[in-house]
């Protein structure tokens, strides 16, 4: 059985090693064991079996997520920044639905909502309601409006100017 080396951060994987334990189609995104690992055969498959958010591997004493090691092992070097799922699908692994994205575009990309009105970006404002997008920590006012949905809808126009390529209608 080939030994598995100790990791102390992400970075200390490389593509040599993780080419040689596990097996990435980009076409389906799925992660294969290419080697045994305990009760683990080599073949089986790399899901998520446990309630995390994303497919998660331990290679030695760390987790890798899933997704950066699928762009690891395609593009042969890690991300230098996150990794954003276009469709909103934590588990679609597939290269072409995986993006490099800052911090603030991948948290735009997110298909649901933290707040009372049910709407992203729309907050109440007295008998009113604000529409605001946020880019790069920075908040922009869009306007006051008499009804969430009238604050969403200036809200959603916004998007595309602001993300033209994170902008994502559909809840996950």
């Known amino acids: 059985m080939p030994k598995i080396t100790k990791f102390k951060r992400e970075s200390d994987l490389t593509f040599e090693e993780a080419s040689r334990l596990i097996d ?82 991948n948290k735009f990309n997110i298909g649901y909502v933290f707040n009372k009105t049910g709407y992203r970006g729309v907050s109440h404002h007295r008998n009113k309601f604000v529409a605001e997008i946020r880019k790069d920590g920075t908040k922009t006012y869009l306007g006051l409006f008499d009804t969430a949905e009238e604050a969403s809808a200036a809200r959603e126009a916004a998007e595309p100017v602001f993300y033209p390529d994170f902008a994502r209608r559909e809840a996950v």
């Not at 076409?27 to 294969?32: A, F, I, P, S, V």
């Not at 331990?58 to 997704?67: A, N, Q």
């Not at 799922?85 to 993006?99: I, K, M, Q, S, T």
């Open 24 to 105: 990435y189609n980009p076409d389906t995104g799925k992660l294969t064991w290419k080697v045994s690992r305990g009760p683990v055969r080599a073949g089986t498959p790399i899901d998520c079996t446990t309630r995390a958010v994303y497919v998660v591997v331990r290679i030695g004493y760390l987790l890798f997520y899933g997704h950066r090691l699928a762009w690891l092992l395609s593009t042969g070097e890690w991300p230098k920044a996150e990794i954003d799922h276009a469709n909103g699908n934590p588990y679609d692994n597939r290269l072409e639905n995986l993006r490099e994205a800052t911090s603030g575009q």
